[in-house]
């Protein structure tokens, strides 16, 4: 039986941490926080200069490293949020410009992040509050940037 701790009804993105084969403890869970899709646009508009992902320009935003990451290899992947998330706590995080949610620990996004980023996404997106540092895909290419403005 699946352990549905948030409410998709509220938050229909929550079906990837509500699944039975998501990595998140039930107490792990308990450390992402979401924001409805009013919430949320309304937080992507604070850190975001652009609606969404494919309208960044480059004067928005600087890639710093760009890496492919497998699905398959779990833990190795993992290596890059660890070395990219070093030193930082909360993450604000968006599938797109209407589903977010804090995360309280870095580690419980590291430990599931293939539960947060899926390879057919296009809009999700990493924000690390006060370092103005994303971390966004497209398949299984992702990219580790600096915002500009």
Known sequence: MTDMIFDEALYPIAWR???????LSRDEKRK????????????WDLVFPFDMLMNIKPSQCRIIEKMELDFD???ESA????EKLRGVSDILFFWGRRAAAIVISS???IK???DFFYPSDESSVIYVPNA?????????MFFYAEMLK
């Open 112 to 114: 599931a992040w293939d």
């Open 17 to 23: 941490l509500n699944s039975e084969d998501c990595h």
């Open 107 to 109: 580690d419980v996004f």
């Open 132 to 140: 103005k540092n994303i971390i966004f895909s497209y398949e299984e």
């Open 32 to 43: 992402i926080v979401f924001f409805n899709g009013g919430e949320s646009e309304k937080l």
């Open 73 to 75: 290899e779990k833990e």
């Open 79 to 82: 290596i890059f949020f660890r």
